[in-house]
């Protein structure tokens, strides 16, 4: 908030539900302190609500939106909640702001495709909408528990914060870890590692960190990154060559289908990294990233 008020800006934009990328909910006092800030600056607050449907430790979070109508502007999605490429959101503005938004909104791409919009209105009129935010909630809270399982059993000591909801979380590397390195030698492994330099507005290296996603992520292709990431850092509880040959056991008896190195058509969106084992490694990259959601 010091920040903030050194500053003469009139606006401000926050994911106050699960700051993209550090996964903080913003507390309760700073709520308060924030619209203390906007009623003395006449500012507004526009609330980017990206992804609150999907808290996992207790119901969602209010909007801050409920809290101040007037100085708020929240801006809902279905990225998330469906998914992206539908290109549909909401916005609740304060009554003053609506006629403007809905002309610039106009001006900007003559509005959003009338059909997907109706299908969309039917699935909330119907319930089914809830139902499938319910159904998807339960699954990403899976992918979340298997992400924070396989860590501890491949890096333990590697906090993750930001759990709380949403698609992401950020896993704190060890002091003196170098982040490009580790990203770099994950990558040469078939795994796709993002960090939190890139993230900052200074491309500050330090202190190390990655952004784990666990959106559009199954479950197999977190755990065979999670153990590719504890082996390059040297912290998985078994000996190397162990952690080694988990990540790359098939599952299955052996390939099977066409060919000697043909895989079962199930197998083949998490089929293991093979580049140490002297086999042709298949190019697949298991991007521990992705948060968009399943469709
Ligand atoms: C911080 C944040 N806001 C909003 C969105 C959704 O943007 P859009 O509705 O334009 O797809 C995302 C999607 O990843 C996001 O990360």
Request: one cysteine or more.
């Amino acid at each position: 908030m010091a920040a903030l008020e050194a500053t003469s800006a009139r606006a401000v934009v926050l994911t106050p539900a699960h700051q993209w990328p550090t996964g903080v909910v913003l507390a309760a006092e700073r709520r308060l302190a924030l619209l203390d800030w906007a009623t003395r600056r006449k500012a507004v607050i526009i609330e980017d609500d990206y992804d609150a449907e999907f808290r996992y430790d207790r119901d969602p979070v209010g909007a801050l939106q409920g809290l101040a109508p007037d100085l708020v502007v929240t801006l809902g999605t279905v990225s998330k909640s469906l998914a992206p490429v539908l290109r549909l959101g909401w916005i609740a503005s304060p009554p003053r702001l609506a006629g403007t938004l809905a002309r610039a909104k106009q001006v900007t791409d003559r509005g959003s495709p009338g059909l997907d919009q109706l299908a969309l209105a039917l699935l909330i009129e119907t319930g089914r909408y809830d139902r499938h935010l319910r159904r998807m909630r339960a699954e990403y809270a899976a992918r979340r528990d298997v992400l924070v399982q396989a860590l501890a059993e491949h890096a333990p000591g590697v906090p993750l914060t930001g759990l709380a909801a949403g698609f992401h979380a950020v896993a704190h590397l060890p002091p003196g870890t170098t982040e490009q390195e580790v990203i770099r030698a994950a990558r040469s492994r078939s795994v796709g590692l993002y960090g939190m330099s890139t993230c900052r507005a200074d491309q500050a290296p330090s202190p190390p960190q990655l952004v784990l996603g666990f959106g559009n992520t199954r479950h197999q292709a977190i755990q065979t990154g999670i153990a590719v990431l504890g082996d390059i850092l040297g912290l998985a509880l078994p000996p190397r060559s162990e952690a080694l040959l988990a990540v790359q056991a098939p599952r299955h008896p052996g390939p099977a289908g066409r060919g000697r190195n043909a895989w079962p058509r199930r197998s083949r969106r998490s089929r293991p990294v093979m580049a140490e084992s002297g086999r042709r490694a298949p190019v697949r990259i298991h991007t521990v990233t992705a948060t968009f959601p399943a469709a």
